[in-house]
């Protein structure tokens, strides 16, 4: 499975932007996807999941203000962001994995796939 993030760019505090991540392969369906995103000087962490089942699953930074959401027939996942901190400033990437236990779906290491990553920048 290859993974090709877009979407990112600069944009004011408050503003929005919604980043798409398109997945190559068949069994898109039956993955996990999920965001996680890297700050200069800083760990990759989690944003957000969404299961096959449809599930979804966030970051209490992200709460009510991104919203993960995935196209099966077109292969692909969505974060739509809004009301953007520049704390929200990084480098976002998509990852999907087949075989995602619960509590692992917020580690980076459960995700067998990633994407390149796109740059968001929120200026204050």
């Known amino acids: 499975v290859q993974l090709q993030a877009s979407g990112g760019g600069l944009v004011q505090a408050g503003g929005s932007l919604r980043l798409s991540c398109a997945a190559s392969?068949?069994?898109?369906?039956?993955?996990?996807m999920a965001w996680f995103r890297q700050a200069p000087g800083k760990e990759r962490e989690f944003v957000a999941a969404?299961?096959?089942?449809?599930?979804?699953y966030y970051a209490d930074s992200v709460k009510s203000r991104f919203t993960v959401s995935r196209d099966n027939p077109k292969n692909t996942l969505y974060l739509q962001m809004n009301n953007l901190e520049p704390e929200d400033t990084a480098v976002y990437y998509c990852?999907?994995?087949?075989?995602?236990?619960?509590?692992?779906?917020?580690?980076?290491?459960?995700?067998?796939?990633w994407g390149q990553g796109t740059l968001v920048t929120v200026s204050s």
């Open positions: 990852a999907g994995g087949a075989s995602i236990i619960l509590t692992s779906v917020q580690t980076s290491r459960a995700y067998d796939y």
């Open positions: 392969g068949r069994t898109f369906s039956r993955y996990t």
């Open positions: 969404i299961r096959y089942s449809g599930h979804t």
